[in-house]
């Protein structure tokens, strides 16, 4: 005879919200004082990356460094060009001989080609050395400051900012909605409606039934 089948559908939507209070004054101010911090961060970033890009040699040296080198081997220099002609005069008085004699000359040249070549060497590895270092401090500077925050400020804004995310309101909306369908075979829907036209035919048999005693 088959059976009988229902369905159903229900829908749902719902809508969640927080809403926080404004900032305040004070951490509206740190907030804009960690941003500029950002953008100078970012600022040191973009140029550490340029350099980098540009080939600069990591052992140069910047313009007054440079001078400062030159000028301290420059008074080295002039000493030790004092010395040699020092060393040269006291081989000709010796010798009785003049300072240009090949002989104290030769001597004297040697010496000081020797000493100047030392200095000369000194001079390089001290820009070479003092190149590097100085780079090698400015890129971690650089690194390190592009990566912190004051402390100061990160104290006082965290707990203005905690404070104002515990007290959101929040609020929910929604709506469900639904329907359904249901389907019975055709046979039981003739049986139910036989069934209720028994119930009727029998209420009027009952009826007559009880007219009838009533008229006699």
Do not use: H, W
């Not at 100047?116 to 390190?144: D, E, F, H, I």
């Not at 929910?172 to 369908?181: D, I, K």
């Amino acid at each position: 005879m088959g059976t009988s089948k229902s369905s159903s559908n229900t829908t749902s939507t719902q809508t969640q919200q927080t809403q926080f209070a404004p900032r305040s004054a004070q951490e509206q101010a740190l907030l804009d004082q960690f941003q500029g911090l950002g953008c100078q961060q970012a600022d040191t970033l973009s140029q550490l990356m340029s350099e980098y890009q540009s080939g600069r040699s990591p052992f140069a040296l910047d313009p007054a460094a440079s001078a400062d080198v030159d000028a301290a081997y420059k008074g080295a220099l002039d000493q030790l060009n004092m010395e040699n002609r020092d060393y040269a005069d006291y081989l000709a008085g010796g010798r009785g001989m003049r300072m240009s004699d090949t002989p104290v000359s030769e001597q004297a040249i040697q010496r000081a080609s020797l000493g100047v070549g030392n200095l000369m060497s000194n001079k390089a590895m001290a820009r070479l050395n003092l190149g590097l270092a100085g780079n090698q401090y400015r890129t971690n500077l650089g690194l390190m400051g592009a990566q912190a925050l004051p402390s100061g400020s990160v104290a006082a804004f965290n707990p203005l900012f905690n404070e104002r995310m515990q007290s959101g309101l929040t609020t929910m909306t929604g709506f469900q909605q639904g329907s359904g369908s249901m389907t019975q075979p055709v046979m039981q829907s003739i049986l139910q409606g036989t069934q209720a036209y028994n119930n009727i035919a029998q209420g009027t048999a009952s009826m007559m039934s009880a007219y009838g005693g009533m008229g006699k």
